[in-house]
């Protein structure tokens, strides 16, 4: 998928289908986070607004608004790149 994305023309589009592609890289953490609402559906629903954004690409359409489940994604992306630096803090020590 990724070759195919440095071929979008659109740079705002581009972005979003990256933003998604990232997430589902991280698959595993937007499941196992229920705290932090991760579910087993959010990366469906992440997929979900990647294909919206490619369907309104495709219409000639504004992108959607970021949509809750990429809003969340970004909360435990967030969560999960603060953990990492604290591990990386704590090997230097």
Known sequence: MEPAVFRLGDDALRKRIEEVLSYMDMVYDLTD?????????????????????????VRNRPLPAPSPAILKA????????????????????
């Open 33 to 57: 986070y229920p705290a932090h609402g991760g579910s087993l559906m959010l990366p469906s629903e992440v997929c979900r607004y990647g294909l919206d954004c490619l369907g309104a690409a």
């Open 74 to 93: 970004r909360e435990i992306d967030a969560v999960e790149q603060d953990r990492m630096e604290i591990a990386r803090q704590e090997d230097e020590c």
